[in-house]
């Protein structure tokens, strides 16, 4: 079967109306890379808030990348740093590693080894 960006992009839509939160996170990665609609970095990062603020960790953490970035959102790390310690604290290890960086080093949070070892 072909690949069909359109088509795709109407089952995301839809699967979004019912709440489901990894169509949201797909919806983001279409606006991110451009897949069959205009890329558009703050329409992907708004799909990205919508489903982080549903509590999922994966889009936590991307959104807490996406702060440190700037991209699609204003560069923030202190923002940065309170997403990542969302998806951390639900056990999302790359979000903990990440966190931890940013406690050893100060990156939007203040400084502090032993935290960043915890």
């Not at 808030?49 to 994966?58: D, E, T, V």
């Not at 590693?97 to 939007?108: A, V």
């Amino acid at each position: 079967m072909a690949q069909d960006n359109g088509i795709a992009l109407q089952w995301f839509l839809e699967a979004r109306c019912q709440g489901y939160v990894e169509a949201q996170y797909m919806l983001e990665l279409v606006y991110f890379e451009g897949q069959g609609v205009v890329q558009d970095l703050v329409e992907a990062a708004r799909w990205l808030r919508l489903a982080a603020n549903q509590g999922y960790a994966k889009t936590q953490y991307d959104l807490g990348v996406k702060c440190s970035k700037g991209e699609g959102v204003p560069q923030n790390h202190a923002e940065a740093a309170r997403w990542s310690r969302m998806a951390a604290e639900q056990g999302y290890a790359d979000a903990q590693c990440q966190l931890s960086r940013k406690y050893f080093i100060g990156d939007g949070v203040e400084r502090n080894p032993a935290e960043a070892m915890h």
